[in-house]
Structures are given as C-alpha cells and as structure tokens.
C-alpha cells in the first residue's frame, strides 16, 4: 500500500517484522528468544505494590533510582547509564545521536537485522561486511582505508541469530580501529556467557554498550533497555530523548527494573539454567546430525545437512513447537532455536526426531 498522505521516507522503510507471539496456548514457544523463566518473586511483589500508588502522576522522566541501581550494580556513575522503552528504543536513539553523519556505518553482513532498519529510518548508508568461515566475524574486516571514512560501527556481541561471542580484546581492537567514532556494542545475550565491555568504558570514550532486560532477566513485557557510556554519549542520548518523549519509561517499568537488578541470586539461578540447558540441547542436537554453531547465548543456531530449514521449522510448528526461520541469503539453511525449560527442549528434541524419521 502506498499514499499520497505519506511523507517520502515512509513509502521506503522496510519495517522489522518480530517474531510470531500466537495467541493460542500449548505452544512450545521458542522463536523470539525469551527468558523460559518468569521474572524474580521480587519483581512481581515489586510491581504489585507500585501499582497501588501514584499512577495519577507522571514517572519520573529520568528514571533517576533505577539509573543509580543499574550504575551501582556496573560500578558506572550514574551520568554514565542511559534507560530507554526496550534496548530496541535505545539503539535507535543511538544510530540517530551517532551515526547520522553523512557517512557509512559498519556492521556485520548477518547480524541483528533493526539495525539495518534503523539505517533506514535515519538515512543511514549502512556498510555490511561479510563474515568468514563458520559464520564468525573477524573483527580486522570491519576496517576502512580512513578511519573517518565511516559513521561508526555496531556489533552484537555475542552475536544474533550466529551466538557466537567476541573476546573483550577483539572488542578493544575495534574500539582502537576508531577512536573518533562511536562503536556500539550491542550486548543482548551476554549474561548467557559472553564477556562484557562495560569494564572498558572508563578507557575508551567511543564506547557504547547496551543492555536489555528483555532476555537474561525475564522481562520482555515491561520493555526496558540500558546503554552505557562515558557522560558526553549519554548526554547525546539524553537529549534525543528528552526532544521525543519525556516519559519512555512509565512507573511500574522502572521500579520492576530496579528490582530485577536487586534480586543477584535469582539472576544468576536462570542463567545458569539456561546455560545448562543450552548444553544439553546442543549436544542432542548434534546427536541428531544438526551442525550447532557455539553458542554464548540463550538460543542455538543450527542448520541439518541433508533436511531443509523451511520445512523443518514448518513441520515443528504442526507439531506446536515454534521456532525462527529466517529467508536471508547465506543462512536461510539455519533454524534459531531460543533454549527453553527443561521440558520444552525435550519437546523440540521429541519433533525434530519425529520429523527426521519422515523420508525426506
Ligand atoms: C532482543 C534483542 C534486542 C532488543 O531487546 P529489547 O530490549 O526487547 O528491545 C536488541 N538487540 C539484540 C541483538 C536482541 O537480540
């Protein structure tokens, strides 16, 4: 559809389309890389108290508390932690105070694909640089003959849909490669086993790092996102921000926030089942013939030599297990699979072998 009504540019967006969220129960819904365990008894008893009090009034625009928190628990100031609706809002807020700069932006060939999006939206030329041999990406290649030649760069470390991580020195290789340039490290999935660049920013003042609740912290619905930087970044974020809405965070987002990053043990006794379970399910998957690609994460991503990913994922969801297929070029061969409880991967386990017993 297209008209006359609309500015130009939106007749040349290609939106992000997320992943299916069904409306029918029972599925075994693994294909937008949720936490499989609800959010922390504190959150929830957190959320219950703050709705009874105060939702006549605005939050506060700042977030002030749940910045304190979220800088105290990374040992940053608090001018050096920036919250946003969804690290989603938050990477956008950033390509558009970093990045619109008349020049190309580095990335990744397959990487997070909003980015791309937000090239879009924000008359970014983005410049995507192939990763090698098994889908890794060599951080040398993300380099121009100029440094100044480029806008900047964003990774996703560990990366999505690969899983794959980045050690912290390839990460300050990068950040060395541009020292006049922001580099955004995109770190969705670094509680699952990745290494973080946070202890970095004291040392580089092109350093941006983010963060979302959405995953690690089993609070995809409340829509809440970090980033992390020096204070001159953050005041950049800031004051696109504060020139779009005042408000992105309402009031229960921020304190159910706050109480996710208070409640450690709880945090790490899902990870770390997560991170088990991703063991197990890789190991079985392998058993079953699937190349896995070594995953930092809270998904897998795996493709099977001799089945199609296309008719996997689609007999999986006859079988009501979802899973995400994506029909781009170079991994359009490859299924991600975000890891679930303990009973849900066996119940994938149980349809992926059911479905290569079939003749092909
Ligand atoms: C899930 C994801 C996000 C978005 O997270 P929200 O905070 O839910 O908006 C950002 N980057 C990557 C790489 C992700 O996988």
Same mark, same amino acid.
């Given at each position: 559809?297209t008209?006359?009504?609309?500015?130009?540019v939106?007749?040349?967006?290609?939106p992000?389309?997320?992943?299916?969220?069904?409306?029918?129960?029972n599925?075994?819904?693994?294909?937008?890389?949720?936490n499989p365990?609800?959010?922390?008894?504190?959150?929830?008893?957190?959320?219950?108290?703050?709705?009874?009090?105060?939702?006549?009034r605005?939050?506060?625009?700042e977030?002030?508390?749940?910045?304190?928190t979220?800088?105290?628990?990374?040992?940053?100031?608090?001018g050096?932690?920036?919250?946003g609706?969804?690290?989603?809002?938050?990477?956008?807020?950033?390509?558009?105070?970093?990045?619109?700069?008349?020049?190309?932006?580095?990335?990744?060939?397959?990487?997070?694909?909003?980015?791309a999006?937000?090239c879009?939206?924000y008359?970014?030329p983005?410049?995507?640089?192939?990763?090698?041999?098994?889908?890794r990406?060599?951080?040398?290649?993300?380099?121009?003959?100029?440094?100044?030649?480029?806008a900047?760069?964003?990774?996703?470390?560990?990366?999505?849909?690969t899983?794959?991580?980045?050690p912290?020195?390839?990460? =300050?290789?990068?950040?060395?490669?541009?020292?006049?340039?922001?580099?955004?490290?995109?770190?969705?999935?670094?509680?699952?086993?990745?290494?973080?660049?946070?202890?970095?920013?004291?040392?580089y003042?092109?350093?941006?790092?983010?963060?979302?609740?959405?995953k690690?912290?089993s609070?995809?619905?409340?829509?809440?996102g970090?980033?992390?930087?020096?204070?001159?970044?953050?005041?950049?974020?800031e004051?696109?921000?504060?020139?779009?809405n005042?408000y992105?965070?309402?009031?229960?987002?921020?304190?159910?926030?706050q109480?996710?990053?208070?409640?450690q043990?709880?945090?790490?006794?899902?990870?770390?089942?997560v991170?088990?379970?991703?063991?197990?399910?890789?190991?079985q998957?392998?058993?079953?013939?699937?190349?896995v690609?070594?995953?930092q994460?809270?998904f897998?991503?795996?493709?099977?030599?001799?089945?199609?990913a296309?008719?996997?994922?689609?007999?999986?969801?006859?079988?009501?297990?979802?899973?995400?297929?994506?029909?781009?070029?170079?991994? =359009?061969?490859?299924?991600?699979?975000?890891?679930?409880?303990?009973?849900?991967?066996?119940?994938?386990?149980?349809?992926?072998?059911?479905?290569?017993?079939?003749?092909?």
């Amino acid at each position: 559809m297209t008209s006359s009504f609309w500015s130009p540019v939106v007749g040349t967006l290609k939106p992000y389309v997320p992943g299916e969220q069904p409306r029918v129960a029972n599925l075994v819904k693994l294909n937008t890389n949720e936490n499989p365990y609800p959010p922390s008894p504190w959150v929830l008893k957190t959320l219950e108290a703050a709705l009874r009090t105060g939702l006549e009034r605005y939050p506060d625009p700042e977030s002030t508390e749940l910045r304190r928190t979220i800088a105290a628990h990374h040992g940053l100031q608090l001018g050096e932690v920036f919250v946003g609706n969804g690290s989603d809002e938050v990477l956008a807020h950033a390509f558009q105070a970093f990045f619109q700069q008349g020049l190309p932006l580095l990335m990744p060939d397959i990487t997070y694909s909003f980015y791309a999006v937000y090239c879009g939206l924000y008359g970014i030329p983005a410049k995507t640089v192939p990763l090698r041999e098994g889908l890794r990406l060599q951080v040398a290649d993300l380099q121009e003959p100029s440094a100044e030649a480029v806008a900047g760069v964003v990774v996703a470390n560990p990366n999505a849909p690969t899983g794959i991580g980045l050690p912290l020195s390839d990460i =300050e290789q990068l950040l060395r490669q541009h020292p006049n340039r922001v580099v955004l490290v995109d770190e969705a999935y670094v509680d699952f086993g990745g290494q973080s660049a946070v202890p970095l920013i004291e040392h580089y003042p092109n350093l941006l790092v983010v963060h979302t609740l959405s995953k690690s912290r089993s609070l995809a619905g409340l829509r809440v996102g970090v980033a992390m930087g020096q204070r001159h970044l953050v005041e950049a974020l800031e004051r696109i921000k504060n020139s779009f809405n005042s408000y992105p965070l309402d009031k229960l987002a921020q304190v159910g926030a706050q109480a996710a990053y208070e409640d450690q043990a709880y945090f790490d006794r899902c990870r770390q089942a997560v991170i088990h379970s991703r063991e197990g399910l890789s190991l079985q998957l392998e058993d079953l013939g699937f190349e896995v690609l070594p995953s930092q994460t809270n998904f897998i991503f795996a493709r099977h030599p001799q089945r199609d990913a296309a008719a996997l994922a689609a007999g999986l969801r006859e079988r009501a297990v979802l899973v995400r297929h994506f029909r781009l070029p170079r991994i =359009e061969q490859f299924l991600r699979i975000s890891v679930g409880t303990p009973d849900q991967c066996q119940a994938l386990v149980d349809a992926v072998r059911e479905l290569l017993a079939l003749p092909v």
